[in-house]
DNA sequence: ACCACGATGCTTTTT
DNA sequence: GCATCGTGGT
């Protein structure tokens, strides 16, 4: 039952004045601007219990968003500890479980079933693919991702096609980018699929066009608390402005600093513009630092310093009583080998001290740099792991196995069926397939029901009757089995078991394994739906880290986290900040690049180590690099710089440390400049590596030319 | 239809 | 350097 107010006051009594007045500030519109390490996740979840102890709201009438279902299941625990029964109930979820939940609902006034799927990225890009492929468009000029890219990215901004102008769509793809998009929006709504982007996209359109169902949501959510919102896109922000309408208090939580996502779609000027958006907005800021050190704070203050277009806060430590720590370590290695080496022996000497191997984490720019690390750590055996690269449900049998049970939920999902018709092999090519195809597009039916009406040989006939009929037997069974127990069913029956049973290769028994700890997965759920649903709208940062090891993953993965110690390798031009946030988005690239230096900084509570290598194989090339422009920016006072003018490989610590000094000795990059070959004509640079360009030529054609050919124009 | 081999392109970040 | 994709042979 509810909690009586004496109990959540002891909650309240541990508040610094800010944080208590970000709670107990529930009405009207507020942001809260909290720098990193200052308690924001207790603010949000206080806040919730505040206003449920105080009887302001009842638990469904509160929505509270997170980015991450992690960050939503650690604020319900928290809260449930707080509150307690009284917590259950509230709408509390990442924005696009928030979207499944009203599409569940209310799709059928978007056009869609009520048991329409979601689409992962794999299949949003086959789909594509496909589609264009069939309307005749060269998929290796026009790569179907990039086309993805510009249709998630009008989604991003809440574009439903009649929405995009014509100017917009004219940059990719001749043009036809637009036409696409419908295809693609047409393509999705006959497979009653949506993907990530629909999620968010369907519940602003079903707003906008039905008054009554937005009054009806508007009216119920009294209170809305919003996490990290500087990575929210103009989507979210619409609906969430929507929503807020008619009791407009809405609570935004987030720092302008750790804004790093707007490749994604994010739009910092959300939360540049909350006080103009909601002109009687109340801010709070944030700026005791409960977590790091003041050296560290000190550094990733002074980096952070360097970029415009903030809000501005200053950090600075909770505890006065507490020493300055140690300085920020920064040291520069020969090579990316030596610096894996060397950060282990360093975790080696922590361990040895008594630093727990998970307080450390080593935090990388890019996924490509884990590896030399993870062979450092496989010699040292130290037990590790990599968050992010390849996800659980991203694995080839993950996805298969998913696609079966898909299937056998609704046979008409056509994407399901291609993955896995032939897997095992069940002679089924293309021919076959073709046929399907063009028979399915004709009646307007499902591959699955085109089996019966395509004309086709004896042989596959056969072998896609029997399959048919398996598919619908598990269907029958799938009303008395659990999901286990249908799943396993599946599975053996189908053959796919034992088509990695047999297989020889070595990663064959791993697969075995893991469709087996999708079975116990599955136990945790009461339908295959449910599983499905909770399978696809799983993130990055969900996998946490429980037993005793080191973690290491990207800078972006790693935001959220804290730890003691934290390596991060790679400052380099060119890696970090990577040369292609500057080259797509110049000036502001470069100030989302600094941001995720800071965010990498701030995750350190007790020690920081920067590192660099100065020479490194990229796509099997070695590349000499330069250190990263942050380390420059890094005041002295709080950086030790040792060994960098001892290390013996002739680097002395005035060149590794100064080379900047001699920018113009940087080769600048060409990608972009117009340039004019003897026999092929004008051209433009797509990309370059080392001397070899990549140029398209005004008469069409993409070559690989080597520089000295060419000439500036 | 399947397999083996060679060419290709790729590596920033992911809800 | 590696993985994926497309080609051509069986």
């Given at each position: 039952?509810?909690q009586?107010?004496?109990?959540?006051?002891d909650f309240?009594?541990?508040?610094?004045?800010?944080?208590?007045?970000?709670v107990?500030t529930t009405e009207?519109?507020?942001?809260?601007?909290?720098?990193?390490?200052?308690?924001?996740t207790?603010?949000?979840?206080?806040?919730?219990?505040y206003i449920?102890?105080q009887?302001?709201?009842?638990?469904?009438q509160?929505?509270?968003?997170?980015?991450?279902?992690?960050?939503?299941k650690?604020?319900?625990?928290?809260l449930?500890?707080?509150?307690?029964?009284?917590?259950?109930?509230?709408?509390?979820?990442?924005?696009?479980?928030?979207?499944?939940?009203?599409?569940?609902?209310?799709g059928?006034?978007?056009?869609?079933?009520?048991?329409?799927?979601?689409?992962d990225?794999?299949?949003?890009?086959?789909?594509?693919?496909?589609?264009?492929?069939?309307?005749?468009?060269?998929?290796?000029?026009?790569p179907?991702k990039?086309m993805?890219?510009?249709?998630?990215?009008?989604?991003?901004?809440?574009?439903?096609?009649?929405k995009?102008t014509?100017?917009?769509?004219?940059d990719?793809?001749?043009g036809?980018?637009l036409?696409?998009?419908k295809?693609?929006?047409?393509?999705?709504?006959?497979?009653?699929?949506?993907?990530?982007?629909?999620?968010?996209?369907?519940?602003?359109?079903l707003?906008?066009?039905?008054?009554?169902?937005?009054?009806?949501?508007?009216?119920?959510?009294?209170?809305?608390?919003?996490?990290?919102?500087?990575?929210?896109?103009?989507?979210?922000?619409m609906?969430?402005?929507?929503?807020?309408?008619?009791?407009?208090?809405?609570?935004?939580?987030g720092?302008?600093?750790?804004?790093?996502?707007s490749?994604?779609?994010?739009?910092?000027?959300?939360?540049?513009?909350?006080?103009?958006?909601?002109?009687s907005?109340?801010?709070?800021r944030?700026e005791?630092?409960?977590?790091?050190?003041?050296?560290?704070?000190?550094?990733?203050?002074?980096?952070?310093?360097?970029?415009t277009?903030?809000?501005?806060?200053?950090l600075?430590?909770?505890?006065?009583?507490?020493?300055?720590?140690?300085?920020?370590?920064?040291?520069?290695?020969?090579?990316?080998?030596?610096?894996?080496?060397?950060?282990?022996?360093?975790?080696?000497?922590?361990?040895?001290?008594?630093t727990?191997?998970?307080?450390?984490?080593?935090l990388?720019?890019?996924?490509?740099?884990t590896?030399?690390f993870?062979?450092?750590?496989?010699?040292?055996?130290?037990p590790?792991?990599?968050?992010?690269?390849?996800k659980?449900?991203?694995?080839e049998?993950?996805?298969d196995?998913?696609?079966?049970?898909?299937?056998?939920?609704?046979?008409?999902?056509?994407?399901?069926?291609?993955?896995?018709?032939?897997?095992?092999?069940r002679?089924i090519?293309?021919?076959?397939?073709?046929?399907?195809?063009v028979?399915?597009?004709?009646?307007?039916?499902?591959?699955?029901?085109?089996?019966?009406?395509?004309?086709?040989?004896?042989?596959?006939?056969?072998?896609?009757?029997?399959f048919?009929?398996?598919?619908?037997?598990w269907?029958?069974?799938?009303?008395n089995?659990?999901?286990?127990?249908?799943?396993?069913?599946?599975?053996?029956?189908?053959?796919?078991?034992?088509?990695?049973?047999l297989?020889?290769?070595?990663?064959a028994?791993?697969?075995?394994?893991n469709?087996?700890?999708l079975?116990n997965?599955?136990?945790?759920?009461?339908?295959?739906?449910?599983?499905i649903?909770?399978?696809?709208l799983?993130?990055?940062?969900?996998?946490?880290?429980?037993?005793?090891?080191?973690?290491?993953m990207?800078?972006?993965?790693?935001?959220?986290?804290e730890?003691?110690?934290v390596?991060?390798?790679?400052?380099?031009?060119?890696?970090?900040?990577?040369?292609?946030a500057?080259?797509?988005?110049?000036?502001?690239?470069l100030e989302?690049?600094?941001?995720?230096?800071y965010v990498?900084?701030?995750?350190?509570?007790?020690?920081?180590?920067?590192?660099?290598a100065s020479n490194r194989r990229?796509?099997?090339q070695w590349?000499?690099?330069?250190?990263?422009?942050?380390?420059?920016?890094?005041?002295?006072?709080?950086i030790d710089?040792r060994?960098?003018n001892?290390?013996g490989?002739?680097?002395s610590?005035a060149?590794?440390?100064?080379?900047?000094?001699?920018?113009n000795?940087?080769?600048k990059?060409r990608?972009?400049?117009?340039?004019?070959?003897?026999?092929?004509?004008k051209?433009?640079?797509?990309?370059?590596n080392g001397?070899m360009?990549?140029?398209a030529f005004?008469?069409?054609?993409?070559?690989k030319?080597v520089?000295q050919?060419?000439?500036?124009i």
């Amino acid at each position: 039952m509810f909690q009586t107010m004496a109990d959540i006051i002891d909650f309240l009594s541990e508040l610094n004045p800010e944080q208590y007045q970000a709670v107990t500030t529930t009405e009207g519109p507020l942001l809260v601007l909290s720098g990193a390490g200052t308690g924001k996740t207790r603010v949000l979840t206080t806040r919730v219990g505040y206003i449920l102890a105080q009887h302001l709201a009842l638990p469904w009438q509160i929505l509270a968003v997170t980015f991450t279902n992690k960050a939503a299941k650690e604020m319900g625990v928290r809260l449930e500890q707080m509150v307690g029964q009284a917590a259950l109930g509230t709408w509390l979820g990442t924005f696009h479980k928030i979207g499944v939940k009203i599409l569940r609902r209310y799709g059928g006034y978007v056009g869609l079933q009520q048991n329409f799927a979601v689409l992962d990225s794999d299949d949003q890009e086959r789909l594509l693919k496909n589609l264009m492929q069939q309307y005749g468009v060269d998929v290796k000029k026009y790569p179907p991702k990039m086309m993805l890219d510009v249709i998630q990215h009008w989604k991003d901004r809440g574009l439903t096609p009649d929405k995009v102008t014509h100017a917009e769509s004219n940059d990719f793809c001749e043009g036809r980018s637009l036409d696409f998009y419908k295809l693609y929006q047409q393509k999705l709504s006959e497979m009653n699929a949506v993907d990530f982007g629909d999620l968010l996209l369907l519940p602003l359109k079903l707003f906008q066009e039905n008054a009554t169902i937005l009054a009806e949501y508007q009216e119920q959510f009294h209170y809305i608390l919003v996490d990290e919102y500087q990575d929210t896109n103009v989507a979210q922000y619409m609906l969430l402005r929507m929503l807020a309408k008619k009791h407009n208090n809405i609570c935004c939580v987030g720092d302008d600093d750790q804004s790093i996502y707007s490749w994604r779609g994010a739009d910092v000027d959300n939360i540049l513009n909350f006080g103009k958006i909601f002109p009687s907005a109340k801010i709070i800021r944030l700026e005791r630092n409960y977590r790091s050190t003041a050296h560290i704070l000190g550094a990733a203050s002074a980096l952070i310093a360097n970029n415009t277009g903030r809000l501005g806060k200053t950090l600075y430590v909770a505890d006065e009583t507490k020493d300055m720590g140690s300085l920020v370590c920064v040291q520069g290695y020969w090579n990316g080998a030596q610096e894996a080496e060397k950060v282990v022996e360093q975790i080696e000497d922590d361990l040895h001290r008594g630093t727990k191997l998970s307080q450390m984490a080593i935090l990388v720019r890019a996924g490509f740099q884990t590896r030399e690390f993870e062979d450092k750590l496989i010699q040292a055996g130290i037990p590790y792991k990599i968050i992010g690269g390849f996800k659980f449900y991203e694995r080839e049998e993950i996805r298969d196995a998913l696609a079966y049970l898909r299937l056998v939920l609704n046979p008409n999902d056509d994407l399901a069926f291609i993955r896995i018709v032939n897997k095992p092999r069940r002679g089924i090519g293309e021919v076959v397939m073709q046929s399907l195809q063009v028979t399915a597009q004709q009646n307007h039916i499902s591959l699955f029901e085109a089996i019966d009406k395509a004309e086709l040989k004896t042989a596959p006939k056969k072998s896609l009757d029997s399959f048919k009929t398996l598919v619908l037997a598990w269907q029958e069974h799938s009303k008395n089995l659990s999901p286990v127990d249908l799943a396993k069913e599946v599975m053996d029956q189908s053959g796919y078991m034992m088509m990695w049973r047999l297989d020889k290769s070595p990663e064959a028994p791993g697969r075995v394994e893991n469709l087996q700890e999708l079975y116990n997965v599955l136990g945790d759920f009461e339908s295959i739906e449910q599983f499905i649903e909770y399978a696809s709208l799983l993130t990055e940062n969900d996998e946490v880290a429980t037993s005793e090891q080191l973690v290491v993953m990207t800078l972006h993965a790693s935001k959220g986290l804290e730890f003691d110690t934290v390596f991060l390798p790679g400052w380099e031009e060119g890696l970090f900040p990577h040369q292609r946030a500057l080259d797509e988005a110049g000036d502001l690239g470069l100030e989302e690049e600094r941001r995720l230096a800071y965010v990498g900084l701030t995750r350190a509570k007790k020690n920081a180590h920067i590192s660099y290598a100065s020479n490194r194989r990229v796509y099997g090339q070695w590349q000499n690099s330069l250190p990263s422009r942050f380390i420059k920016e890094l005041p002295e006072e709080h950086i030790d710089m040792r060994g960098n003018n001892r290390m013996g490989y002739g680097a002395s610590f005035a060149d590794v440390r100064m080379p900047w000094a001699r920018e113009n000795l940087v080769p600048k990059s060409r990608k972009g400049k117009q340039v004019m070959h003897e026999t092929f004509g004008k051209g433009v640079v797509l990309r370059e590596n080392g001397q070899m360009l990549e140029v398209a030529f005004e008469n069409g054609g993409i070559r690989k030319i080597v520089a000295q050919y060419l000439t500036e124009i």
